[in-house]
């Protein structure tokens, strides 16, 4: 078992479904930390993210939550 560790590069067989699902997991709720980080972004009308198209998406003034 991977335990609380996912830097694992190469996990051992019947490991890789657990380590993946946890992965995912991890990668699909952002920590406070994330939120605040890409809050402080928007906030500087940095780029925030991808639109469909793979393009840089920036913030709109006044758009932060």
Known sequence: MLG???AHP???DGEETTWLDA???KMSHPSEADEKFFAQ??????GV???AGGNLVYAKH???D
Not at 41 to 46: E, M, T, Y
């Open 4 to 6: 609380d560790s996912l």
């Open 10 to 12: 190469h996990p051992r």
């Open 23 to 25: 992965f995912t997991y």
């Open 41 to 46: 972004r928007q906030l500087l009308g940095r």
């Open 49 to 51: 993210g991808l639109d």
């Open 62 to 64: 006044g758009t932060a």
